[in-house]
């Protein structure tokens, strides 16, 4: 998925507009797209291109931050991967995460405080981690300080080690956090969105240098 400087200019603009919290709160209000692959997507040497892959616990985070900033980022013009609305009957629930994963050009993790409890969240966190890519961290209800995993058993020696290393990157990564008692919905969805954009220019601009060379 190449983006023109056209388009770049575009980011940018978007990226230095402020005070859009009344934007924010029609996509809160407003009921979420169809649930349907998004435009332009295509599947390419086994990988789903994307732009940002959203990482989350769904029973934690299916009404909050991780669709808002989806459908805030789609109304943006950007490619966002979240299961729920990437993923339809019949497709292989890991083939289709790992090529999102690896389609994508970064991630932003939704930590919640049952986050750890879910496999295929450490599973996915770990892929994105080992790939190298850009993590945004969201700490939503949760402090880094309290994430960890726990030995119950039903994980390998070999994959508690993979999570472990995994969660401990991620809390000494710079992120947001938000208290979803005393903050604001629309302020968390703008600041996550301006750092996903200004992540995207500058992987983009690393990449333009790179093909140069």
Known sequence: MHR???????????LSQRG?????KKVINQPPPPNQPYQGSLIRRGRERCDVFINYRRADTKRSVAPLLYDYLVRLGLHPFLDSKNMKPGDKLFDKINSGIMGSKMGVAVFSPRYCDSYFCLHELALIMESKKKVIPIFCD???????VVDDGSCSAAE?????????E???????????LKGNWSDVVTNAAD???ESLIEIEDEERRTRRQ
Not at 142 to 148: A, H, N, T
Not at 160 to 168: D, N, V
């Open 160 to 168: 508690l080690k993979r999570f472990s290393s995994a969660i401990e």
């Open 4 to 14: 023109t400087p056209a388009m770049n200019m575009i980011m940018r603009e978007v």
């Open 195 to 197: 750092i996903v954009i």
């Open 20 to 24: 859009r919290t009344d934007v924010v």
């Open 170 to 180: 991620a809390k000494y990564t710079v992120g947001l956090t938000f208290d979803s």
């Open 142 to 148: 949760v402090k880094p300080s309290e994430l960890r």
